[in-house]
C-alpha cells in the first residue's frame, strides 16, 4: 500500500501500541508516574503491557545494533480483526 491512498476498511478503537524503549522497567516506572499508566500484563521477557482504560501501550526493549526509524509510523501486519 503506498503512502497517502486511502485504506479500504474504517477504524474503531486501536488495542495497544508497540513502544520500543531501553529500559522496560524505568519506562514502565516512567508512563505510571507522568500519565498514570499502570501494569496490566507481563510476558517473559517481554512486553509488558501498561495502561489506563482502553488505553495500552506494550513496552518492549530495543534490540541492541539495531537502527530505529525517526519519526515514521510502523505499522505491522499482526492485526486482529473483531467483529
Not at 474504517?10 to 513502544?19: G, M, Q
Not at 514502565?28 to 482502553?54: C, F, N, T
Request: include cysteine; hydrophobic fraction near 40%; charge should be positive.
Amino acid at each position: 500500500m503506498g503512502r497517502g491512498k486511502a485504506m479500504n476498511f474504517s477504524l474503531k478503537r486501536i488495542d495497544h501500541v508497540e513502544v520500543y524503549v531501553g529500559d522496560i522497567a524505568e519506562e514502565a516506572g516512567w508512563y505510571e508516574r507522568v500519565l498514570g499508566l499502570k501494569e496490566i500484563l507481563r510476558w517473559d521477557p517481554e512486553p509488558v503491557m501498561i495502561g489506563v482504560g482502553s488505553t495500552k501501550l506494550a513496552l518492549f526493549r530495543k534490540q541492541a545494533g539495531k537502527a530505529q526509524a525517526e519519526g515514521e509510523l510502523a505499522i505491522s501486519s499482526g492485526c486482529r480483526i473483531s467483529p
